[in-house]
Structures are given as C-alpha cells and as structure tokens.
C-alpha cells in the first residue's frame, strides 16, 4: 500500500492513482512487489530535523528514504521536502511538478537497490530516473 501524509506542508497535487500505478510498474521493471511505501511531504524544518535525528546530517535535502524492505518487496517512509523541491527546479530549470515526480521516484529507485553515493552511482541514479519517468510520461 502507498499512503499520502503532509507534516506542515499542504498536500502536492498528485494523482494518486496513476502515481500508484507507476511506482509499481517501476518497482517491477526491477523485479520487485511494492508492500508498505509512505510518503511524508514536508517543508525544509522538517527534513532538517529529520536529516539531523536520524542520519546525523545537519543540511537540507530533498528527500530522506529509511528502507524497510525485505526479500523483493520495497518499503519504506520517504520525506520529502516540497520547499527543496521547489528550489531545485528552478536551478535545473525544471517545472515544479516535474522535479516532484523525480524526486517521488528516485526514492523508489533506492528502495529498489540503486545508490547515488559513490563513483559513477549519480550518473546510473539519474539514467534509472530517466527511464522511470519516461514510463510516466508513457503512461499519462
């Protein structure tokens, strides 16, 4: 199940049914079921305080994922921080609805095993994000 929450922020307009279903056919494309996925959508306070308490990181981002998944099936709580969403799409020139749905994505991507971290890692990252919004696009 995919659930929706805002803390301080009012909700993004998402389809969730559609988003529903392309984060599923996204988590197939990598040969996985989707179980609990929660999305918390919220302003850069939050994701700051969040980044600090559990990941001892004192900097903003756009999204924090905690992983709960097992064997082929992704969980996991994933924040995001509209405000930091915002701001990115205007340095990447970029519209607000479609830097939301990379950064909806590219939570998913994690869960499903695929890093940004390390060398090379940002580069493959952003080809998968591709990719999973092109199916979007397909699909819309």
Known sequence: MISYQTEGVKM???KKRENNAWIKAV???????VGEIAYIF?????????N???????YYTDIITFDY?????????LFISLDTVRSNAEQVGS?????LHRVIIHGILHLCGINDKGPGEREIME???NKALAMRQNNA
């Open 127 to 129: 080809a998968a994000e």
């Open 52 to 58: 600090r308490e559990y990941l001892q990181h004192d």
């Open 95 to 99: 519209t607000y609805d479609e830097e």
């Open 27 to 33: 988590a197939a494309s990598y040969g996985k079921k």
């Open 69 to 77: 998944c097992e064997d082929n099936v992704i969980s996991g709580d």
């Open 42 to 50: 919220c302003d850069d306070e939050k994701i700051l305080e969040v």
């Open 12 to 14: 993004p307009q998402i």
